[in-house]
């Protein structure tokens, strides 16, 4: 598996596309990827919107990601950066925040290779 992360339009989709000559159609997008069914894609964009969707609806995403690798163990997976800056007042937001940390934690873990993409450079960190 291979982890992107990187703050927020700094280029992540986009050095992959042009790195791996893929196109937007071979992405999954977490803004609108269904909550209980694995995408048909090997290349999930936007991760920490989905699991934003998933902590809204009381769901655990952490099964269901765990089925998707899986079912792809080459997966390529784009998060933003999203724990930086200021701690949100809303519980559901700071809940979201720890959640998606706890993932890029384990999927940087298990990954083969981890990319921070900032500026459209990446930094290779594993």
Do not use: S
């Amino acid at each position: 598996m291979h982890f992107i992360l990187g703050g927020k339009n700094q280029g992540k989709l986009n050095w992959y596309l042009t790195r791996n000559h893929a196109t937007i159609e071979d992405v999954a997008d977490g803004e609108t990827m269904a909550l209980d069914v694995l995408p048909e894609q090997a290349v999930i964009n936007h991760l920490h919107r989905w699991i934003f969707r998933m902590v809204q609806n009381n769901l655990d995403p952490v099964p269901l990601l765990e089925q998707y690798l899986q079912k792809y163990p080459d997966a390529v997976i784009l998060c933003d950066e999203i724990g930086c800056g200021v701690v949100p007042l809303d519980p559901a937001e700071r809940e979201w925040r720890e959640v998606t940390g706890r993932i890029c934690c384990k999927l940087a873990e298990k990954a083969e290779r981890v990319d921070r993409i900032f500026c459209g450079l990446n930094m290779r960190l594993k």
